[in-house]
């Protein structure tokens, strides 16, 4: 046998041995093609800038009443994510006389929380769900959060009222301040609401400047929560927040342990000055005293944890001090992240329920509240065409941008890994009516590098196409290669199924996977070039298997491949 295709057949024939060996699902043969699940799906779990995520201490949660008919590789309900990525099996039984939804729920320590709803047809037999996560650092500018610690006395009380403040200077020489007064006569409550009887506690507190925020010519302008609660109390899933500044505050109850602070008893009182030359998206105008902005925080009322929900803390009053400075103040129990900014109409590609349905965890046992996603419809794709068919695609990088009325740009999409081929699409979470969409196509590996741009549109009123079939010849030399072999164990024959990840990698060190399913020892790979190493990934029992395989051609076949004894041995 050639010595290309030894690597692959014992990494997956490996792999396949573990499966019979300790599969969960009693009585079922994972190769018999009338019990096995013909839809998979891969969620990978990206940052936004180039730092590994396998390092990050990372939480997936799938909601929604269809998760009872997902399962992982090995048949279990549990989901974890395994070097950024996470796959399921759809329950062979499921009859798709409705397309199977449901919701992934991503936190992590150094991330903001990223909600993505996945939609599975009868069509989709290998789905792809990217969630990209934000980290903190970013989104408050790499600021370090200023922390100070606090005693507490008899009755988990300060002995005076709590005072700290945080100031930073930005490039542009616009600078910011934020203060935050707890009172001493506040109790300090855990997530049930319940007060902690506590020795001493640590605050900690940081704040960003949207106005001041430019990377690469984009800012971070639009951000687009499931629903925001008015001060009327009702949910709103057609709005956005035109953020301003962002202010991040965090407390810690030392009560046999640190223990994570999510309200006071009192309301505590932040001020914080505002950059000037922010736009009142009410009168198009800049800021100036008298005007008003919104405030929000993160919904965790009434015992519940709302990561969905976005509150309208506040509509506060812009007022100015004898130097010309501007600033607000407002008030909140909740230990939070704060958004200040103007609401703002969108068009989103799924709109949520403003019902919600209550979910216990199985990871930390609270309760939430998740509120079911459904398609819009109304809202478009961005589609492709061009000569090229999904078999003899291309990967290249895509980004759509969004320019506001104010000039700010902002990307509302943008990987490094889009599967470009005709009928293909893109579709971004939102889009504003009166903003400037565009898109642009770049080579995989250099950003900089732009082979299309279009021209100027919107998605609130269906699709749009463009023909991209000129800037074929300028990209890669893509083949599609097929693997097809079959192992022996003595007389036992082996044609495993296993689930399959070929890791892409650049310059910059970013990883990208394409997501394939080995049936009966026969894998199709899309976009590969002849004659690259690229590293095979194949998990099971949330365990991480891998192995370097050079293609060598485009096809790399064999009938007769005696499997190493040891792996024989394994399932005698």
């Not at 573990?18 to 018999?32: A, F, R, S, Y």
């Not at 939609?119 to 922390?147: C, N, P």
């Not at 704040?207 to 001060?231: C, F």
């Amino acid at each position: 046998m050639n010595n290309k295709i030894l690597s692959t057949v014992t990494l997956l024939l490996s792999l396949f041995l573990l499966q019979n060996c300790t599969n969960p699902l009693e009585g079922i043969d994972v190769t018999l093609q009338s019990t096995t699940s013909t839809h998979f799906g891969l969620i990978e779990i990206s940052d936004t800038t180039t730092l590994d995520i396998s390092q990050e201490n990372i939480t997936v949660e799938v909601l929604g009443d269809d998760t009872e008919y997902l399962y992982n590789e090995a048949g279990g309900k549990e989901f974890q994510a395994t070097n950024g990525l996470l796959s399921f099996t759809v329950d062979p039984d499921y009859t798709f006389a409705k397309p199977l939804t449901f919701t992934v729920l991503v936190t992590g320590d150094n991330y903001l929380e990223k909600q993505v709803p996945v939609t599975v047809t009868m069509d989709d037999t290998v789905s792809y769900t990217k969630v990209e996560m934000e980290r903190l650092e970013d989104i408050t500018g790499g600021e370090e959060v200023v922390e100070d610690n606090f005693d507490l006395s008899s009755g988990a009380r300060m002995n005076s009222t709590a005072f700290f403040s945080s100031s930073r200077s930005f490039w542009n020489n616009s600078s910011l301040s934020v203060d935050v007064k707890v009172p001493a006569s506040s109790a300090y409550r855990d997530f049930y609401n319940n007060n902690y009887n506590a020795s001493s506690m640590y605050i900690g507190l940081g704040a960003y400047d949207y106005e001041s925020y430019n990377y690469r010519g984009y800012s971070y302008k639009m951000y687009i929560p499931a629903l925001i609660r008015n001060l009327q109390g009702d949910l709103e899933n057609d709005q956005g927040i035109y953020m301003s500044q962002f202010v991040y505050l965090y407390m810690y109850a030392n009560s046999n342990g640190y223990k994570r602070v999510y309200s006071t008893s009192e309301s505590f009182t932040v001020t914080t000055t505002l950059n000037p030359s922010t736009i009142n998206q009410e009168t198009g105008s800049t800021i100036k005293a008298g005007d008003n902005i919104k405030v929000f925080r993160m919904g965790n009322t009434n015992n519940y944890f709302d990561w969905y929900v976005r509150e309208v803390e506040d509509n506060a009053t812009i007022q100015e001090r004898s130097d010309g400075s501007l600033y607000i103040t407002f008030n909140s129990n909740y230990s939070s992240y704060f958004w200040i900014g103007y609401k703002k109409q969108v068009c989103k590609a799924y709109n949520y329920s403003t019902t919600p349905v209550t979910y216990r965890s199985s990871y930390n046992n609270r309760e939430y509240r998740y509120y079911p996603a459904q398609r819009n419809e109304n809202f478009g794709s961005i589609k492709f065409s061009t000569s090229n068919s999904y078999n003899n695609s291309h990967i290249v990088g895509a980004r759509v941008t969004m320019t506001y009325p104010d000039g700010t740009k902002q990307n509302v999409y943008n990987t490094w890994g889009f599967r470009l081929y005709n009928d293909s699409r893109i579709r971004p979470w939102f889009s504003v009516g009166e903003a400037s969409m565009q898109l642009e196509i770049y080579e995989r590996y250099n950003p900089n590098n732009v082979y299309y741009t279009s021209s100027k549109f919107d998605l609130c009123n269906g699709d749009v196409t463009f023909d991209v079939e000129s800037i074929l010849s300028r990209l890669p030399n893509y083949q599609t290669v097929t693997i097809d072999y079959q192992g022996k164990c003595g007389s036992t024959v082996i044609k495993p199924t296993v689930p399959l990840w070929v890791e892409h990698s650049n310059s910059s060190g970013r990883r990208y996977y394409q997501y394939y399913y080995v049936r009966n020892g026969k894998v199709t790979l899309y976009s590969m070039e002849v004659g690259k190493t690229y590293p095979f990934h194949t998990v099971y029992n949330n365990k991480w298997y891998s192995e370097d395989v050079t293609i060598e051609s485009t096809l790399m076949e064999n009938d007769n491949y005696e499997v190493p004894q040891r792996f024989c041995d394994m399932i005698n």
